[in-house]
């Protein structure tokens, strides 16, 4: 048995050391593309940043998300991506707001909060969203927290709300500027009652509060329509543009 385990302990260091040596890859080659946030006529908004990464063996977001988590290097990956945003974010219409993915736990890096960090420095136009799919419950000292960026300028944003089951006590801990609709709710919603008496819901709630609603991965004219009507104020997805170096061309569309 101490033989079997001891093997077994050799291997997982060597999966690790391998993982690891992909994630610094990944890292090395990060960077960012950029997804438009429109208006109803088509007018940007802002740009998402989006990461990317060359590194073949980690071939999508997620691969690199999971390998970050998997070996506790989750705080370096959002400190890489914040840098490479604003970096990017330098060339964009002056006009514009970037909005930057961020994890719960990154609410628990100082560098986050550093005034003079790459994206301190244009804090006033950055929106910070913050999944849904990642449980704040558990962070100490959340409103204080949310409470600093705001005052250093950043605006908060709910991300993919309807994709999980914590959306409500998100919104309450979290009192976004901005929610964002998750794209599960959004497609082919002009078929299914069900999905716009939802959307409509949220939006409804949001009017009342101050607080704008985007509807993400709208593909079809058919469901930015039906946003529209639904009382969404901004719109993203394919129908515009795809994710791309900075910055990609509204498509252009009929009111």
């Known amino acids: 048995m101490k033989r079997e385990a001891l093997e077994q302990a050799e291997a997982e260091a060597g999966e690790k050391a391998t993982l690891s040596q992909r994630f610094d890859r990944a890292l090395e080659t990060l960077w960012m593309a950029f997804q438009p946030i429109v208006s109803h006529r088509s007018e940007v908004f802002g740009f998402e940043a989006l990461m990317r990464s060359r590194e073949s063996s980690l071939p999508h977001p997620g691969a690199v998300l999971d390998a970050a988590h998997k070996l506790g290097r989750g705080l370096e990956l959002g400190r890489r991506v914040r840098e490479l945003s604003a970096r990017a974010f330098a060339d964009a219409p002056r006009d514009a707001v970037m909005f930057v993915n961020l994890h719960a736990q990154d609410l628990l890096d100082s560098d986050l909060y550093a005034t003079e960090s790459a994206l301190g420095r244009i804090a006033e136009r950055v929106v910070l969203e913050i999944t849904e799919r990642a449980a704040i419950d558990n962070l100490k000292d959340v409103n204080a927290r949310i409470s600093v960026l705001r005052y250093q300028g950043f605006r908060i944003a709910i991300d993919d709300l309807g994709a999980g089951y914590a959306g409500l006590s998100s919104f309450a801990a979290l009192e976004p500027e901005i929610v964002k609709i998750d794209m599960s709710l959004v497609r082919n919603a002009h078929q299914s009652p ?48 795809k994710p791309a170096p900075p910055f990609p061309a509204v498509a252009d569309l009929p009111e």
């Open 194 to 241: 069900m999905r716009r008496r939802l959307v409509h819901s949220i939006a409804t709630l949001c009017k009342d509060m101050g607080i704008q609603v985007v509807a993400e991965g709208i593909e079809t004219n058919e469901e930015r329509m039906c946003m529209r009507e639904a009382g969404c104020d901004l719109l993203q997805g394919y129908l515009f543009a």
